[in-house]
């Protein structure tokens, strides 16, 4: 481990600072703010999959909770739009705290499906639900103001997810290095071990799914406010994948590998525009080309050659 594993923290804020200085023009700003948003969201995955080694397959449809509760309240029942962002992370998190027990019960393959259908279960609802939610087409989403400031532009929100993701980065390090962060590593290593020395399994095990789970919500809200339209698109199986793929290739347990994996997959597809058609299939061989020469991940890989990073 660093020294100082915050180091990489203060790098981080360092850049952060100095991009919106660099960026050419809107489209990188644009960019900038949705690798930060899938930056927050990954954390938070992380912390579930390589931390406390439980998949998720299904996570996207928290971030569905969480930017359908900001665009429907407001629209449908008047509720401030903070509010509302507050009830969406209430609700999914209430909904992983429901589901976590019987789900966590299960393990490897079956785990992995029963979250799948979890988020199936809640696309399928805001795609149908057309009357609240605006079904397939979706809807549009009020603009966000607080204290009669509204807040809109790019430069504006980058600042906004800037600030979410240092506090994120923060946040999770101080985590992983408590008690609730070891206790998490040990049920990774083994669960009989972890309960032979008096980890309550399940208790943690829900505790990281509720809050990944509002972490999601929190961010598919920012996503909705951001964007001012959500689809069902966002609480799809193949966002759930890219959310899983980001964990993966930035590296489990990584913190920093987190952030790193949402960047490189959310620039990815738009650096791959020139492949004219052949996007897709240049994108799966950088995949797999990671996974064969990378296994445990970006971050991982290069803190063993170069010296360990969290």
Same mark, same amino acid.
């Given at each position: ?15 952060? !600072?100095?991009?919106?200085?660099? $960026? /050419?023009?809107? @489209? ?6 949705? +690798?930060?948003?899938? #930056? &927050? ?25 969480? !930017?359908?509760?900001?665009?429907? $309240? /407001?629209?449908? @029942? ?6 509302? +962002?507050?009830?969406? #992370? &209430? ?220």
């Amino acid at each position: 481990m660093a020294k100082n594993p915050f180091m990489g923290l203060y790098i981080l804020m360092a850049i952060l !600072a100095v991009l919106p200085l660099v $960026l /050419p023009n809107s @489209f990188y700003v644009d960019l900038a703010i949705r +690798m930060a948003i899938n #930056a &927050v969201i990954v954390l938070g995955l992380n912390l579930l999959i390589g931390f406390a080694g439980q998949i998720s397959l299904g996570h996207a449809g928290f971030l569905g909770i969480g !930017a359908y509760a900001t665009a429907a $309240l /407001p629209t449908h @029942f008047g509720w401030h739009p903070l509010l509302a +962002m507050g009830a969406g #992370a &209430v609700a999914a998190g209430a909904l992983a705290a429901v589901v976590a027990r019987p789900i966590f019960k299960l393990k490897g393959h079956y785990l992995a499906m029963a979250t799948l259908g979890l988020g199936i279960i809640i696309n399928i609802v805001v795609r149908n639900e057309a009357a609240w939610t605006g079904g397939p087409d979706g809807m549009p989403v009020a603009s966000l103001a607080i204290a009669g400031y509204e807040i809109s532009g790019d430069k504006h929100w980058y600042w906004i997810v800037a600030t979410v993701l240092s506090i994120s980065v923060w946040a999770s390090l101080n985590l992983i290095d408590s008690p609730f962060g070891r206790a998490l590593r040990a049920l990774h290593g083994s669960e009989v071990a972890s309960k032979v020395v008096g980890v309550d399994i399940v208790r943690y095990k829900v505790a990281i799914f509720v809050m990944s789970a509002v972490f999601a919500s929190l961010m598919g809200s920012v996503t909705a406010h951001y964007v001012g339209f959500v689809t069902p698109n966002l609480a799809d199986f193949f966002h759930s994948i890219e959310l899983v793929t980001m964990v993966v290739i930035g590296g489990m347990a990584s913190v920093y590998g987190s952030v790193l994996g949402a960047v490189l997959l959310t620039a990815l597809p738009q650096a791959l525009t020139s492949f004219e058609g052949w996007e897709t299939v240049a994108f799966g061989t950088i995949l797999m080309l990671c996974m064969i020469f990378l296994p445990k991940g970006l971050v991982p890989t290069l803190a063993a050659k170069w010296g360990k990073v969290e």
